[in-house]
Nanobody, 120 residues
Protein backbone atom coordinates (compact mmCIF):
# COMPACT_ATOMS: atom_id res chain seq x y z
CA UNK A 1 0.00 0.00 0.00
CA UNK A 2 1.36 3.39 -1.02
CA UNK A 3 1.52 6.12 1.61
CA UNK A 4 2.94 9.63 1.67
CA UNK A 5 3.53 11.07 5.12
CA UNK A 6 4.44 14.73 5.61
CA UNK A 7 5.95 16.38 8.65
CA UNK A 8 7.60 19.62 9.66
CA UNK A 9 4.85 22.20 9.55
CA UNK A 10 4.26 24.74 12.27
CA UNK A 11 3.77 28.35 13.29
CA UNK A 12 6.62 30.74 12.55
CA UNK A 13 7.19 34.47 12.12
CA UNK A 14 7.81 36.24 8.85
CA UNK A 15 11.42 35.82 7.78
CA UNK A 16 11.85 32.50 9.58
CA UNK A 17 12.60 29.12 8.00
CA UNK A 18 10.96 25.70 8.08
CA UNK A 19 11.79 22.36 6.52
CA UNK A 20 9.05 19.99 5.44
CA UNK A 21 9.63 16.28 4.89
CA UNK A 22 7.63 13.71 2.94
CA UNK A 23 8.40 10.02 3.10
CA UNK A 24 6.90 7.61 0.59
CA UNK A 25 6.30 3.95 1.35
CA UNK A 26 5.15 1.17 -0.89
CA UNK A 27 7.06 2.17 -4.03
CA UNK A 28 9.32 4.75 -5.59
CA UNK A 29 8.15 7.50 -7.93
CA UNK A 30 9.55 9.26 -10.94
CA UNK A 31 8.38 12.67 -9.76
CA UNK A 32 7.42 14.03 -6.36
CA UNK A 33 6.14 17.47 -5.61
CA UNK A 34 4.80 19.93 -3.08
CA UNK A 35 1.51 21.76 -3.46
CA UNK A 36 -0.25 24.11 -1.07
CA UNK A 37 -3.76 25.27 -0.42
CA UNK A 38 -4.73 28.39 1.48
CA UNK A 39 -8.24 28.89 2.89
CA UNK A 40 -10.68 29.78 0.14
CA UNK A 41 -8.13 29.21 -2.61
CA UNK A 42 -7.38 26.43 -5.07
CA UNK A 43 -4.54 24.03 -4.55
CA UNK A 44 -1.42 25.44 -6.20
CA UNK A 45 1.89 24.05 -7.35
CA UNK A 46 4.94 24.89 -5.24
CA UNK A 47 7.86 22.73 -6.40
CA UNK A 48 8.67 19.37 -7.99
CA UNK A 49 11.67 17.11 -8.32
CA UNK A 50 12.27 14.28 -10.75
CA UNK A 51 14.32 11.14 -10.22
CA UNK A 52 17.04 12.77 -12.30
CA UNK A 53 17.09 15.62 -9.72
CA UNK A 54 15.49 18.04 -12.20
CA UNK A 55 13.69 20.70 -10.15
CA UNK A 56 11.03 23.27 -10.90
CA UNK A 57 9.54 26.03 -8.77
CA UNK A 58 6.56 28.33 -8.78
CA UNK A 59 7.62 31.93 -9.33
CA UNK A 60 6.24 32.89 -5.92
CA UNK A 61 8.73 30.65 -4.08
CA UNK A 62 11.72 30.63 -6.43
CA UNK A 63 14.99 31.55 -4.68
CA UNK A 64 13.33 31.15 -1.24
CA UNK A 65 12.33 27.48 -1.28
CA UNK A 66 14.49 24.49 -2.16
CA UNK A 67 13.21 21.01 -2.94
CA UNK A 68 15.56 18.07 -2.51
CA UNK A 69 15.42 14.30 -2.53
CA UNK A 70 17.04 11.48 -0.59
CA UNK A 71 16.42 8.45 -2.78
CA UNK A 72 17.84 6.04 -0.22
CA UNK A 73 15.14 7.15 2.24
CA UNK A 74 12.46 7.64 -0.43
CA UNK A 75 11.98 11.10 1.04
CA UNK A 76 11.72 14.60 -0.32
CA UNK A 77 12.24 17.83 1.54
CA UNK A 78 11.12 21.42 1.14
CA UNK A 79 13.44 23.93 2.74
CA UNK A 80 11.49 27.17 3.10
CA UNK A 81 13.45 30.34 3.87
CA UNK A 82 12.37 33.96 4.21
CA UNK A 83 8.81 32.89 4.87
CA UNK A 84 6.03 35.39 4.25
CA UNK A 85 2.47 35.54 5.63
CA UNK A 86 1.22 34.70 2.13
CA UNK A 87 3.00 31.34 2.39
CA UNK A 88 0.43 30.32 5.01
CA UNK A 89 -1.34 27.20 3.76
CA UNK A 90 -1.70 23.47 4.13
CA UNK A 91 1.22 21.92 2.30
CA UNK A 92 0.70 18.62 0.51
CA UNK A 93 3.20 16.12 -0.80
CA UNK A 94 2.27 14.39 -4.06
CA UNK A 95 3.77 11.70 -6.25
CA UNK A 96 3.30 10.48 -9.79
CA UNK A 97 4.43 7.59 -11.91
CA UNK A 98 3.87 9.64 -15.04
CA UNK A 99 5.25 12.66 -16.78
CA UNK A 100 6.74 15.61 -14.96
CA UNK A 101 4.02 18.20 -14.58
CA UNK A 102 2.70 21.05 -12.45
CA UNK A 103 -0.93 19.97 -12.78
CA UNK A 104 -2.26 18.44 -9.54
CA UNK A 105 -4.61 16.26 -11.60
CA UNK A 106 -1.54 14.39 -12.87
CA UNK A 107 -0.48 13.23 -9.43
CA UNK A 108 -1.59 9.79 -8.33
CA UNK A 109 -0.87 9.88 -4.62
CA UNK A 110 -1.22 12.53 -1.93
CA UNK A 111 -0.23 12.98 1.67
CA UNK A 112 -2.57 14.19 4.39
CA UNK A 113 -1.08 17.70 4.46
CA UNK A 114 0.81 19.71 7.05
CA UNK A 115 -0.14 23.21 8.19
CA UNK A 116 2.31 26.06 7.78
CA UNK A 117 1.32 29.36 9.38
CA UNK A 118 3.46 32.48 9.02
CA UNK A 119 2.63 35.42 11.25
CA UNK A 120 3.53 38.99 10.36
Amino acid sequence: QVQLVESGGGLVQAGDSLRLSCTASGRTFSTMAWFRQAPGKEREFVARIARTTYTDYADSVKYRFTISRDSAKNTIYLQMNSLKPEDTAVYYCAATLGLVTRDPVSYDYWGQGTQVTVSS
